[in-house]
């Protein structure tokens, strides 16, 4: 019998990485940038606005790269100019993610339904991709993808939302499997409901993105892995477990009306 391959378990070392977060023009992604400088890591933060890329590095001191995750050829362009920029990166954080309600029972919701799969599921899978090659050969590495919630219990107004967090969750246990042994880490953020501009401005009792942001970044510190998961999604993650899925299920969608 062949010995089962030992896997390396590498800590994300937030006060000395170089972090490239796609998707960090605001939000999340934006608040977990500025935390991870703070910490003393350097950060290059992607997105497709030009002159909003411009404006944060000027205030923030941020590396910038323009790339849209739901087109193949902008990911490529933009790995290339980070690995060529900054050689020694040593973590990507796949924060790209659209969300929108649909309704089903109208063919129309289809091509928000696409857009949804090719920026969330497959923007996230092509990022790991141009991404691998470079990680893997670094001594010690990070991946740390960003799933939610509603990939555990779903939000009824964002049925293919729901669904591409839920394959994120899934491609990436299969990922981590995939390179355990390796010096690759790979870790999964699963955010609740949190108080940002992803439903357009919408008050939908979010937590606080402070807040939120400040609890990740404890988790990381402390070593969390391999899912970072602040106590508010608690109830989500575990709700199969603990037998309490309908209820959430059915009181979330009642909360949407």
């Known amino acids: 019998m062949r010995p089962r391959?030992?896997?390396?378990?590498?800590?994300?070392?937030?006060t000395n990485s170089t972090v490239f977060i796609p998707g960090a023009t605001s939000g999340i992604g934006l608040a977990l940038a500025q935390r991870l400088q703070a910490a003393g890591s350097t950060v290059v933060i992607g997105g497709r606005r030009t002159s909003l890329l411009e404006s944060l590095a000027a205030e923030h001191g941020f590396g910038t790269v323009q790339i849209d995750v739901s087109d193949a050829a902008s990911i490529t362009a933009a790995a290339s100019s980070v690995l060529e920029q900054y050689p020694s990166l040593d973590a990507i954080i796949t924060m790209s993610?659209?969300?929108?309600?649909?309704?089903?029972?109208?063919?129309?919701?289809l091509d928000d339904a696409l857009e949804i799969i090719q920026t969330n599921l497959v923007g996230t899978i092509r990022l790991i991709d141009?991404?691998?090659?470079?990680?893997?050969?670094?001594?010690?590495s990070t991946i740390v993808t960003v799933s939610s919630g509603l990939a555990f219990v779903p939000l009824t107004a964002t049925p293919t939302y729901n669904a591409t967090k839920a394959g994120v969750h899934s491609y990436t246990q299969s990922l981590r499997q995939q390179l355990a042994g390796s010096s690759v880490s790979v870790l999964e953020l699963a955010p609740p409901a949190v108080s940002t501009d992803l439903m357009g401005g919408a008050d939908f009792g979010g937590m606080p993105?402070?807040?939120?942001?400040?609890?990740?970044?404890?988790?990381?510190?402390?070593?969390?892995?391999?899912?970072?998961?602040?106590?508010?999604?608690?109830?989500?993650?575990?709700?199969?477990?603990?037998?309490?899925?309908?209820?959430?299920?059915?009181?979330?969608?009642?909360?949407?009306?």
């Open 209 to 257: 993105l402070d807040a939120f942001a400040d609890e990740v970044i404890e988790l990381l510190a402390s070593g969390a892995a391999p899912e970072i998961l602040v106590q508010n999604v608690l109830p989500l993650r575990f709700a199969e477990r603990d037998g309490t899925h309908q209820q959430i299920f059915e009181a979330m969608a009642a909360r949407a009306h």
């Open 97 to 109: 993610g659209i969300m929108r309600n649909e309704d089903l029972r109208s063919p129309d919701h």
């Open 130 to 140: 141009a991404f691998l090659p470079h990680l893997l050969a670094q001594p010690a």
């Open 5 to 14: 391959r030992r896997r390396i378990v590498v800590d994300m070392d937030i």
